[in-house]
Structure formats: C-alpha cells, structure tokens
C-alpha cells in the first residue's frame, strides 16, 4: 500500500450529516465519528438521506480541540456557525456537548415560538407540560411517561405557537443523570441508553433515546391540556394540588426562554395557554405512583 492510499473501511477526515428536530433541520459537521454514530442512532428516522429545499436552522460544528491537546486529555468544542459560547469539553463528552450546544442554539433562535422549559408529553391530541426546576424530577418523569405510551414531545422545551396556540413536539434523547439513569432502568426493560458520559458539569449522563413513533410524529402538534409542577421528594407520598391560573402564569413566565423578549405576543400565547389547562403541582416519590395519576388527569375545559 503506497502513502497515498487509504484503507477501504477508513473514514473521511470530516463527516456531514443533516437531521430533523421537530421544525428545525440540523447540519451537523465534525471529524469525530462517534458523534455521527450516536447521532444516527438517537435520530434514525428523522436523518435526511435525500436533497431537500428545506432550509437548514441550525449550522453546528463539533470540533476537535487544539493541538497540543489532541493527545493529552484530548478536547471538543462547539459551534454555532462561527460562535463557540462555550468552555471545551473533554473530548469523549462530544455528544453531550452537542446536545447542550443545540439546547443552547434553540434558546437564542427560536422566538417564532414561547419557549417554555418544561417536558411535554402528549396523549389522545393533549398535551401535559410538565415545567420544573433542575432537580425537581422532570426528565425522570418524562422519561417514564414517555415509556408508558405518551409520545414525547420535548424534554426540555415547550415550542408554543402564538398564533395557532399548539405545542410543536421536539423530540430529542432525554439526558438522564446519576441516579436517573438506574432507576429508569429499572422502570423499563424498553428503555434504551446511549453510552454514559462520566463526571459531565452535571454529573454522570445518559442519553435515553426517544421512542421511534416520537420521532416519525414530529409534524403533529398537540393542544395543551396539563400543566402539572413535578417535585420529587424522597419518602413522600404522592401529593397533587390544584393551582389557580394566576400563580400558574407567574410561575411559566419565569420559567421561560423568552416571555419578555416576545413582549405582548408572550403575554397573550402563556394567557391562552394557562386558561386552556389544568394546573397543578404534585409532588412524589414513587415513580409508579406518580405515572399512575398522570394517566388519570381530568379533561382541561374547552
């Protein structure tokens, strides 16, 4: 073999791979192909294999880090077109920071919709919002529900549109930590795991990934129907509490990407979806229990 020649099963230096969240198509490129593999495992049926007019959203690069560390502790860094927002991750953490990059990417651009951070699920047409503060439970409850027959919308965004007041789904592999990981193991034989990425910003994480019917339903908006608060407390018993339209619109609007940029258009879209709901918070221990009454939840009034 002279130098000029490669190894059939080599792969090229650098891969392209374009892919569908929800509304937004995605070019993904980078000289790491393990993130490629994840990517076509995670998105499967959503991976565009065709030329397509649609325009693409989203220019992300995930890169290899500088030179001096490609051999110790090798680095990876993320980007935006020509924006790099964060810190290099440790290179095996690719994935993860591709994930966090397209969170971040989403936040900056997306303001055709209310961007709420919440889990959505859907079921029968409705849509339950599930908004929460990290560590209250919320991705481990998606998780579960999503494993129960709910089609995921999105773990971490809820796509309102203003003007048809629908929730948009952005199915996407919910990153579980630590602890989550096990006990959504436990919770469903389904359940199927990417690689776990050790001693991330926040902690261990796996990427759990999101059923194939999510996926290939991604064009299906849903009305909103729930809103329930998740808080999981260890050792408490499973409390569920009605909450008055007021307080739940103060808490959304804080719990928002983009409420006071959208300005009236947000006001109007979180009015709308508040008194389309039914609110409540709840708090649990016990996942079952906690999935069980999400499958009972009353019709939100019309």
Known sequence: MTRRQRPANRLP?????????????????????????LVHWCYAETIVRAPTTTPVQFNVRVERGPLHRRWLRPQA?????????????????????????????????????????????????RALLLPATPG???STLAAALALRGWRLLSDEFGLVDPHSREIHPLPRPIPLKNQSIEVIRAFSAQAQFGPVFPR????????????GDSLRRQDEPARPAWIVFPRYRAGSPLRRAAMTQSH?????????????????T?????????????????EYSDLKDMVAAMSQL????Q
């Open 248 to 264: 739940t619109f103060a808490r959304l609007s804080q719990n928002s990407f983009n409420y006071r940029l959208l300005g009236a």
């Open 200 to 211: 991330t910003r926040k902690g261990d994480v796996a990427h759990l990934r999101p059923p």
């Open 77 to 125: 860094t993320f980007h935006l077109e020509d924006v790099s927002p964060f810190d290099p991750f440790p290179a095996d953490h690719a994935f993860a920071l591709l994930e966090w990059g397209l969170n971040w990417s989403i936040a900056i651009r997306a303001h055709q919709y209310l961007l709420l951070h919440a889990a959505v699920l859907e079921r029968d047409g």
């Open 13 to 37: 230096a650098r891969q392209r791979v374009e892919y569908r969240i929800g509304p937004f198509l995605v070019h993904l490129e980078t000289p790491i192909h393990r993130i490629v593999e």
């Open 266 to 282: 947000g006001f109007e879209a979180l009015a709308h979806l508040v008194q389309s709901c039914r609110c409540w918070r709840a």
């Open 136 to 138: 209250s439970g919320k």
């Open 298 to 301: 009353p019709t939100a009034p």
